[in-house]
């Protein structure tokens, strides 16, 4: 038994992640909530890269006019992330972090039952201005929780 603890010390030491294990539970639940909305903003291109063949082939629509529904999000992105900054200053971060993730889950909803181009277009550009927002404010939020290690954080 305790060999098994002095090797898992070993490896937290060596591992990559060993500050991971330094932080306080709080700490480690707002890297947690980072690390998830960075992850489901993400997931949220990649899955959409994976639908647009089949968007093409049943819509009819060309390459030029999916390439402008995947860009319409990523645009109103820069929108949203400036927007959301704004409303932070004015109504605190924690609020528009909840602003952001229902907006952001309401318009994938909307995105998943378009039934044309049109409708798709609106609910992705809505979408992007959640977008950025979520994770955006998220590592705002935890910025003063990060510790500091070797002089950086890591957030």
């Known amino acids: 038994m305790r060999a098994n603890t002095a090797e ?7 591992s990559a992640f060993a500050w991971v294990w330094e932080l306080a539970p709080r700490e480690r639940r707002a890297f947690g909530a980072c690390v998830g909305g960075w992850a489901l903003d993400a997931m949220d291109v990649q899955m959409y890269s994976f639908v647009i063949p089949a968007l093409i082939v049943s819509w009819g629509i060309t390459r030029a006019d999916a390439g402008v529904l995947g ?8 929108l949203g992330g400036w927007l ?50 979520g994770p955006r404010e998220l590592f705002s939020w935890a910025n003063p929780s990060a510790p500091n290690i070797g002089g950086k954080r890591w957030v």
């Open 8 to 14: 898992s010390a070993a490896f937290k030491r060596k």
């Open 71 to 78: 860009t319409a999000a990523l645009l109103a992105s820069a």
């Open 84 to 133: 959301a900054g704004w409303v932070a200053d004015r109504f605190g971060r924690v609020r528009t972090l909840q602003v952001a993730i229902l907006w952001f889950a309401i318009f994938t909803f909307l995105s998943g039952v378009a039934q044309n181009y049109e409708q798709l277009f609106v609910a992705r550009a809505l979408l992007g201005l959640g977008f950025v927002s």
